[in-house]
C-alpha cells in the first residue's frame, strides 16, 4: 500500500514559481511517479512525469521548458519545480504513482489527495 500526500500549492503572481512536494510512505520501488492537474469545469490531465530511476521524464507540451519534476528515491519523495506560471496554470494538482504514466496514457495505481495551485495575473 502507497500512500502520497502532496504539499507546496498556493496563491501565486503570474511569473512567480512554486515548488510541489509528493512525499510517499509505503514502498513505492519501481514506480513511475507523476503530477496531474484538474482546473475548474475541466477534466483531469497529465503534467509530468518521472520513471523510477529517474532518467526519463515526460511533459505536457503546455508546461515543457517551465516545469521540472525530479524524485528523490531516498526521501520517497516526488517534487514539480514549476516556474513561469501562468493563470492557466490554475488548478488542483494531484500526485500519482503507477507502472505507467506518460503524455500518452497511464496506468495509476495511486493517487494523493491534491494541493490547490491558484496563479492571479
Not at 53 to 60: A, I, Q
Not at 99 to 106: C, F, M, Y
Request: hydrophobic share 35%; aromatic share 10%.
Amino acid at each position: 500500500q502507497v500512500q502520497l500526500v502532496e504539499s507546496g500549492g498556493g496563491s501565486v503572481q503570474a511569473g512567480d514559481s512554486l515548488r510541489l512536494s509528493c512525499a510517499a510512505s509505503g514502498t513505492f520501488r519501481g514506480y513511475t511517479m507523476g503530477w496531474f492537474r484538474r482546473a475548474p469545469g475541466k477534466e483531469r490531465e497529465f503534467v509530468a512525469a518521472i520513471e523510477w530511476s529517474g532518467g526519463s521524464t515526460d511533459y505536457r507540451d503546455s508546461v515543457k521548458g517551465r516545469f521540472t519534476i525530479s524524485r528523490d528515491n531516498a526521501k520517497n519523495t516526488v517534487y514539480l519545480q514549476m516556474n513561469s506560471l501562468k493563470p492557466e496554470d490554475t488548478a488542483v494538482y494531484y500526485c500519482a504513482a503507477g507502472p505507467k504514466l506518460s503524455a500518452g496514457g497511464a496506468v495509476i495505481n495511486y493517487w494523493g489527495q491534491g494541493t490547490q495551485v491558484t496563479v492571479s495575473s
